[in-house]
């Protein structure tokens, strides 16, 4: 059993036949809508998926990748809805605009489970995710201990990139870790830019801020592939040993933040769990068993990745 990703709605409408049944044999079909699958988390929550399933033998996986437009990402929902599929999960791409078609979802009688980004409402059977309030305060704290480390006071110039804007993961990797900073009147983030999760637009953001900023101490990316941009356009210009680059997701395998940590280019990651192992268990559950009641929400925690640890952790999450 394969993988089916649909860059187009009228392909899930000739596949789903397909979905339905197999050499007479009752199969199981899980929607996802993913999304954006450019982004190399969402790739490798899509990779891990199909393997999970996969295991299961008796279930047919359908993705639909919505390219980071809500419109498109509704529609396809709305696809996935008159198929009525067993399992619809839902990676939202903003909050508000998801949060009506995934009701409509639940009033049709389709379980949902809501990965990773909350909605506005609960229109979800559960919601499963993990803490990036808590990341954005272990970011915070990595920050302050690095500039005290350097200067042997908490102080210096910090670079801040931004995914995007209205997600809940930013907000709360934002407001975490400036719920720290906000404590040191000495570290000041000097530039913040949005580069919409990105490693081309963080390189082009980091770019005009070198230009602009001749000190910078510490640049924290709210994802890894922003982070490793600026790595990048500090290092066309020559500056890359003059500050220190700290991201989010620690992905495993050789493009991920995790290698990334023990090539040097960042000084630390955060591992931000896939939640998809969750997703599956849940959603197996839910599957076979009628009278399972899942929890309305999972919180699952993330770990700092240092040097100290990379090395361990990449053997740990490369699959």
């Given at each position: ?88 999960i839902v990676a939202p791409n903003e909050r508000a605009p998801l949060t009506e078609v995934m009701g409509r979802a639940m009033a049709a009688g389709i379980p949902v489970i809501c990965l990773e980004r909350d909605i506005t409402q609960p229109n979800y059977t559960t919601f ?39 997600v809940e993961a930013e907000m709360e990797r934002y407001n975490g870790a400036h719920d720290v900073l906000k404590a040191y009147p000495n570290i000041h983030v000097v530039h913040e830019a949005v580069a919409d999760w990105l490693q081309s637009n963080a390189r082009e953001r ?114």
């Amino acid at each position: 059993m394969k993988k089916v990703v649909l860059p187009l709605i009228a392909v899930l409408a000739l596949l789903f036949p397909a979905c339905r049944k197999t050499e007479g044999a009752k199969k199981f079909f899980v929607a996802f809508s993913q999304c954006n699958n450019a982004e190399p988390y969402r790739a490798a929550q899509n990779q891990l998926m199909e393997k999970l399933f996969q295991e299961k033998g008796d279930v047919q996986l359908v993705i639909a990748d919505a390219q980071q437009d809500n419109s498109k990402q509704i529609a396809q929902i709305e696809t996935f809805i008159r198929q009525k599929p067993d399992l619809l999960i839902v990676a939202p791409n903003e909050r508000a605009p998801l949060t009506e078609v995934m009701g409509r979802a639940m009033a049709a009688g389709i379980p949902v489970i809501c990965l990773e980004r909350d909605i506005t409402q609960p229109n979800y059977t559960t919601f499963i995710g993990a803490d990036n309030l808590a990341i954005g305060r272990m970011a915070g704290q990595f920050i302050v201990d690095s500039l005290n480390h350097k200067y042997s006071k908490p102080q210096g110039k910090v670079v801040e990139i931004r995914g995007l804007l209205g997600v809940e993961a930013e907000m709360e990797r934002y407001n975490g870790a400036h719920d720290v900073l906000k404590a040191y009147p000495n570290i000041h983030v000097v530039h913040e830019a949005v580069a919409d999760w990105l490693q081309s637009n963080a390189r082009e953001r980091m770019l005009e801020i070198l230009r602009a900023q001749p000190e910078i101490d510490v640049v924290y990316g709210h994802n890894d592939p922003m982070a490793v941009g600026a790595y990048l356009a500090a290092h066309d210009l020559g500056r890359e040993k003059q500050m220190i680059f700290v991201g989010v997701d620690g992905l495993g395998g050789p493009a991920g933040g995790v290698k990334k940590v023990m090539d040097g280019v960042l000084a630390a990651t955060f591992y931000y769990p896939l939640c998809v192992d969750k997703a599956v268990e849940v959603g197996d559950q839910i599957l076979r068993d009628r009278s399972f009641h899942a929890e309305k929400q999972y919180i699952l925690q993330p770990q700092l990745i240092t040097p100290d640890n990379a090395s361990a952790m990449y053997q740990k999450l490369t699959f």
